[in-house]
């Protein structure tokens, strides 16, 4: 499956959106729950992040130009920052909902159809989740993985939504109902704040995690060859595109033809290997 484009998962997350806004808010015609909107809610904003991140993704993809010399690829930082702050509103209106419903109760109707579409609408966001992780991580993707993580938590919640409820009615005590609603709310606000963080960590130029950077360090090792050396190995992240800058020191009796016909099979060595665009700097050994 992680043969998919980022697109095609993300076209794939936009149906699954849709359906499940429509059983979920049909959980919660039939049975008039609280917890149940507070659900359908959470898939309003599910609907609404895949959306903007289908247009940023689409963005990011855009090659380079006059403006922007390397690339679009930041673009996906502001779909997790988007996504974020949709949670943010949604938590809050759950909330609000969740005050209200608790402070006047109303008695929870059948839960019988009500929660078997919950529960189907669950299972159809956490195959979309495992895909959406699956498609981001082969394309290095964090609007992807944005997307994914909040499938997930839409999981968890339904999970303790139905668990919630069913014990509300099993026992009589209704006010059960907009207590789970509420500690769905603090859930989704949390992966909000989360989404919101990475985002602006990917917008000031995080550097690339250690293991890639060892795969670099080792094809720049195993490639350079006796007498040479690399120094200040820099990297750094653009929603998918990946840059690095090094200082390679070669002896001072190269020409110039030399060193560069090595800097340029490191560079073609780094991104075929890593997907990296490598910069190079040559300077002559000291002494």
């Not at 484009?5 to 008039?32: D, E, H, N, V």
């Not at 938590?91 to 078997?116: M, Y």
């Amino acid at each position: 499956m992680s043969t998919l484009t980022p697109r095609q998962a993300l076209l794939l997350s936009l149906l699954a959106a849709l359906t499940t806004i429509a059983m979920k808010t049909g959980a919660w015609w039939l049975t008039g729950s609280i917890g149940y909107l507070s659900d359908a809610l959470e898939s309003l904003v599910n609907l609404a992040g895949a959306g903007f991140a289908l247009w940023m993704v689409s963005y990011a993809e855009q090659p380079a130009d006059e403006e922007h010399q390397y690339g679009h690829g930041k673009a996906e930082y502001f779909s997790a920052a988007f996504e974020g702050g949709l949670i943010f509103v949604a938590s809050l209106v759950i909330l609000f909902t969740a005050g209200e419903r608790l402070l006047n109760p109303r008695p929870i109707g059948d839960l019988g159809l009500g929660t078997t579409l919950s529960i189907a609408a669950s299972l159809i966001n956490f195959y979309v989740a495992r895909l959406l992780l699956q498609v981001g991580r082969a394309h290095r993707s964090l609007a992807l993985e944005a997307d994914a993580r909040h499938l997930m938590t839409d999981v968890w919640t339904t999970a303790g939504v139905v668990a919630g409820v069913g014990l509300a009615s099993a026992t009589g005590w209704i006010w059960l109902d907009p207590l789970v609603a509420g500690a769905v709310a603090l859930n989704i606000l949390r992966e909000g704040w989360e989404l919101m963080r990475r985002s602006v960590d990917g917008l000031m130029d995080r550097a690339l995690a250690d293991e890639d950077v060892a795969a670099i360090e080792s094809i720049l090792r195993t490639g350079l060859p006796q007498g040479c050396s690399h120094v200040n190995l820099k990297t750094r992240m653009a929603g998918t595109l990946r840059f690095a800058h090094v200082e390679l020191r070669v002896p001072g009796n190269w020409t110039v033809t030399d060193a560069h016909a090595l800097a340029d099979a490191l560079e073609h060595a780094v991104e075929q290997q890593t997907g990296t665009q490598l910069k190079t700097h040559i300077e002559p050994l000291p002494g």
